[in-house]
């Protein structure tokens, strides 16, 4: 079986080196960005099978990538964990936000993972 593909894109860069060893220790190929810069580019070129994304990040908000990604027409079937400190479940469903998953910050790992499994499921 392929490795899967999965995009972490979180500007803190501890956040992001724990995600992402994490993953790879689960054998997925993993590439993380620390900006929105590109986001699209980076998503057609890494054809990630999840996309694990921050909602506050430094140049562009989680959630207008993530318009971004579902209107556009090849990579709208990606699935999205959007993760957040500053958001819970009940501000996430009313922002209207349409991302498959959501974890408020600091997450449990074995979450975290049966997240992703899940997702990869669908």
Not at 31 to 60: R, S, W
């Amino acid at each position: 079986m392929a490795k899967k593909n999965i995009l972490v894109i979180e500007d803190n860069h501890a956040i992001l080196d724990v995600i992402t060893l994490i993953l790879e220790s689960e054998a997925f190929n993993v590439a993380g960005l620390n900006k929105g810069a590109d986001f699209i580019n980076h998503v057609q070129e890494f054809k990630p099978d999840v996309i694990i994304m921050d909602i506050m990040l430094p140049d562009v908000d989680g959630r207008t990538l993530l318009k971004e990604l579902k209107d556009t027409q090849i990579t709208q079937h990606i699935p999205v964990l959007m993760i957040s400190a500053r958001y819970n479940a009940s501000n996430y469903a009313l922002d209207g936000i349409e991302a498959d998953g959501f974890m408020a910050k600091p997450f449990n790992i074995d979450e975290l993972m049966d997240k992703i499994y899940a997702l990869l499921r669908k």
